[in-house]
């Protein structure tokens, strides 16, 4: 079998992201229709969103340096076969149970494939270039979230079966990656000795500082996703007064590219000022998203969008780009792994917290907490950042 370049092979890795966060979010859109169709309240679709995060943090904890023993190709083509099985649920869903199997499946999926993808753009990345491979995978899967948000839109406002088509779109999408996935080198100069065995839960001594900010950063990325994805368009239809599917899908398509373009403006910066620049600009996004429910203001959500795309990209690409420049080759996927554990699981708790509380409290106490939430897990990385994180980031310099 002739095997991709390794230009090619890191641009297959890339999309194998993007497609990891477009199969996360590709439900966003479709919760009102769920919720619609077969009376669901906020507790359960955000219990749908949730149980995603929670089962790929099992995933991460029983095979997060799977790829570092067997190679990233096998682990990327394992997790593409479960996650094309999670969207066909989804496109055959009759009832909830269904879209319950199919959310499990994608968890399944992206906890096998993202990591290995994630080091696997390291690992390709041109001679000198390593630093780069933050910056695109967060680009990335800011390109994952467009297209999961704005296709979905669009399907769901004009198309035809629209709780069945954005699914039957992406299953096409995620089996022509696969395709090309196929392709990659078998086998990486950076697999591990020895035999696979689950991994222990601790972080190696030497890269305990830098794991806290990473841990810390993307935590903070991925709860102010909880808050966008799994409650955004309730927020937009019954708090800004927007009933537009492909609208409100639009208004969150947009901070996803804003999540792209800023992981490029910032690449060159040190990663912990990267990190430190996402934990204000998270906190200011996420005050203006509270401000416009309160004026029931479409412009202000969509200045929140902007504002918030610029920090979840800086907590994301700054946390990721510090552990990516510190972690052994030979333990990157599952040092990443540790990282995306930690993140995933906060994000499936504050999810499930926020949907239940949105159902017994309303929608708006909801957002006041998340929003109280996502302030302190920013903070608490900007925090991190300056005190510990330019000592790592010069070292590893």
């Known amino acids: 079998m002739h095997a991709l370049s390794r230009r090619a092979s890191f641009w297959v890795a890339a999309a194998v992201v993007a497609i990891a966060l477009w199969t996360s979010a590709a439900p966003t859109v479709s919760y009102p229709l769920y919720a619609s169709e077969w009376n669901l309240t906020p507790a359960v679709t955000t219990a749908v969103f949730a149980v995603y995060p929670l089962v790929l943090v099992v995933v991460l904890v029983v095979f997060g340096n799977l790829s570092d023993y067997i190679g990233r190709r ?9 996650s094309l099985a999670g969207v066909l649920l989804f496109a055959l869903a009759p009832n909830v149970g269904w879209i ?40 990335s899967t800011a390109a994952g979230l467009a297209l999961a948000t704005l296709v979905g839109g669009v399907l769901i406002e004009y198309g035809p079966i629209p709780t069945q088509l954005n699914f039957w779109v992406l299953s096409v999408v995620v089996a022509g990656v696969a395709v090309f996935a ?8 950076t697999d591990a000795a020895g035999r696979w065995r689950p991994p222990p839960l601790a972080v190696p001594h ?25 409650l955004g368009v309730d927020i937009a239809q019954a708090l800004i007064g927007s009933d537009n599917a492909l609208v409100n899908g639009a208004v969150i398509s947009l901070n996803a590219v804003v999540i792209g373009a800023s992981a490029l403006v910032v690449r060159r910066w040190r990663s912990d000022v990267i ?19 309160m ?43 540790s990282v995306y554990l930690v993140a995933y699981f906060l994000q499936g708790a504050i999810a499930l917290f926020l949907g239940a509380l949105a159902t017994a409290s309303g929608l708006q106490l909801a957002l006041e907490i998340g929003v109280v939430i996502v302030a302190v897990l920013s903070l608490a990385a900007a925090a991190l950042a300056v005190t510990v994180g330019r000592a790592r980031v010069l070292v590893a310099a």
């Open 100 to 139: 319950f199997a199919g959310r499990v499946l994608m968890g399944i999926g992206v906890g096998l494939s993202m990591s290995p993808a994630t080091a696997a753009m390291v690992e390709f990345s041109a001679r000198g270039q390593e630093k780069r491979a933050s910056s695109i995978t967060t680009a």
């Open 182 to 189: 196929w392709f990659l080198p078998r086998r990486s100069a």
């Open 206 to 230: 030497g890269l305990r500082g830098s794991f806290a900010i990473a841990a810390a950063a993307v935590s903070g990325a991925f709860a102010l996703g909880a808050l966008i994805l799994s």
């Open 295 to 337: 004026e029931h203001s479409l412009l202000l959500f969509i200045a929140a969008g902007v504002v918030t795309g610029v920090g979840y990209s800086s907590l994301f690409s700054g946390g990721l780009g510090l552990i990516n420049a510190t972690a052994p080759s030979h333990h990157r996927a599952g040092t990443i792994s």
């Open 275 to 293: 990190v430190v620049a996402g934990g204000v600009a998270t906190l200011l996004g996420v005050g203006l998203l509270l401000l416009a429910s």
């Open 74 to 82: 096998r682990a990327i083509l394992y997790g593409l076969a479960a």
